[in-house]
């Protein structure tokens, strides 16, 4: 996954120069995710985002739009599955246990 996470860096990092590279490496990183990690991986759905970006810079906003919208909604999802959107009370939980 390291490898296919640098090539997402990579074509970050391309797709500012030469959009169509940086869309190419876009897709094979994004095809080896979904094939390692599932179609709803965490990684998947930032690689979407970015992906989307890319397309929406090079006018293809139909296109970049939907990326988007499932990459979105896999975060969304991976957030609220594992709580992220949660804080916890420090002040509540120091006076839990000074009570003790």
Do not use: C, W
């Amino acid at each position: 996954m390291t490898y296919l996470t640098g090539l997402v860096s990579l074509a970050t990092l391309v797709s500012k120069r030469n959009p169509s590279e940086g869309g190419r490496l876009f897709s094979e990183a994004l095809g080896s995710l979904e094939t390692q990690l599932g179609p709803n991986h965490y990684v998947v759905g930032s690689t979407l985002v970015l992906y989307a970006q890319n397309l929406q810079d090079q006018g293809h906003k139909r296109e970049g739009k939907n990326l988007k919208r499932r990459g979105e909604e896999i975060l969304a999802r991976h957030s609220r599955e594992n709580l992220l959107g949660h804080t916890l009370d420090l002040k509540a939980f120091n006076r839990a246990n000074t009570r003790q």
